[in-house]
């Protein structure tokens, strides 16, 4: 995932669907992301794979993008897909636009997070998210990524290109290069069965949140 000091937005952009609300009841959606583990990365051409490179650098202020929805009823989150399209990611630890900071060559999992409104007090974007009763979150393996200031990997730059709305001037003209390069990525053959090109993956489950009985359910 490309990070810049000046903040670049996420793509894919990650978007959920949220089952299990109190219709009446008003929620913040926010998400933030954090470290997989403590180590730094490299990656390594000859044999196309990330190698841990040593510790991890200093930890960053904690950043937190709050959905420009928040607060909404259950009923209005429920009925639509959650999309967090706008939120950025930058290198910069003395950002002052609210962007979500991380550090490069390093692995990074994203969490979102459901917060009843009379939980929510203190939730801020500059503060962790608060915890207890009222709150809940949810994280996928899928939206594992590490962070670069440049694309490592020829593959990777290319499906970006050719699916990124914001790469138009990056794509070449004519299907010749398009048609060849997306048979060489099987692994992301999902992405062109007609799914959305601002979708992350398609999440296994859709978060089931508050209240507590709520129930998980397959993905449509």
């Given at each position: 995932?490309i990070i810049t000091k000046a903040?670049?937005?996420?793509?894919?952009a990650?978007?959920?669907?949220?089952s299990?609300?109190?219709?009446?009841?008003?929620y913040?959606i926010?998400m933030?992301?954090?470290?997989?583990d403590?180590?730094?990365?490299?990656?390594?051409y000859?044999?196309s794979?990330w190698?841990v490179?040593?510790?991890?650098d200093?930890?960053?202020?904690?950043r937190?993008y709050?959905?420009?929805?928040?607060?909404a009823?259950?009923?209005?989150?429920?009925?639509q897909?959650?999309?967090?399209?706008?939120l950025?990611?930058?290198n910069?630890e003395?950002?002052?636009?609210?962007?979500?900071?991380l550090h490069?060559?390093?692995?990074?999992?994203p969490?979102?997070?459901?917060?009843?409104k009379?939980c929510?007090?203190d939730?801020?974007?500059?503060?962790?998210?608060?915890s207890?009763?009222?709150?809940?979150a949810?994280?996928?393996?899928?939206?594992?990524?590490?962070?670069?200031?440049?694309?490592?990997?020829q593959?990777i730059t290319r499906l970006?290109?050719?699916r990124?709305?914001?790469?138009?001037?990056f794509?070449?003209?004519?299907?010749?290069r398009?048609?060849k390069f997306?048979h060489?990525?099987?692994?992301?053959?999902?992405w062109?069965?007609?799914?959305s090109?601002?979708?992350?993956?398609r999440l296994?489950?859709?978060?089931?949140?508050?209240?507590?009985?709520?129930?998980h359910?397959?993905?449509?």
């Amino acid at each position: 995932m490309i990070i810049t000091k000046a903040g670049r937005r996420m793509f894919p952009a990650m978007r959920v669907k949220i089952s299990g609300l109190d219709p009446h009841q008003q929620y913040y959606i926010a998400m933030d992301i954090v470290p997989v583990d403590n180590k730094r990365y490299r990656y390594v051409y000859h044999s196309s794979k990330w190698m841990v490179a040593g510790n991890a650098d200093s930890p960053v202020p904690p950043r937190v993008y709050i959905h420009p929805d928040s607060p909404a009823s259950g009923e209005t989150w429920m009925r639509q897909v959650i999309s967090f399209d706008k939120l950025k990611l930058t290198n910069n630890e003395l950002d002052d636009q609210g962007h979500i900071i991380l550090h490069s060559m390093h692995k990074y999992q994203p969490r979102v997070h459901v917060i009843r409104k009379d939980c929510g007090d203190d939730l801020s974007p500059i503060k962790p998210v608060p915890s207890g009763e009222g709150v809940k979150a949810f994280s996928f393996p899928e939206t594992v990524f590490t962070t670069v200031t440049a694309y490592q990997n020829q593959q990777i730059t290319r499906l970006k290109i050719d699916r990124n709305p914001f790469a138009k001037g990056f794509r070449d003209s004519g299907r010749n290069r398009k048609h060849k390069f997306l048979h060489v990525t099987p692994r992301f053959r999902e992405w062109r069965s007609g799914h959305s090109p601002s979708s992350f993956v398609r999440l296994p489950l859709l978060l089931a949140c508050l209240p507590s009985g709520a129930q998980h359910q397959p993905a449509v």
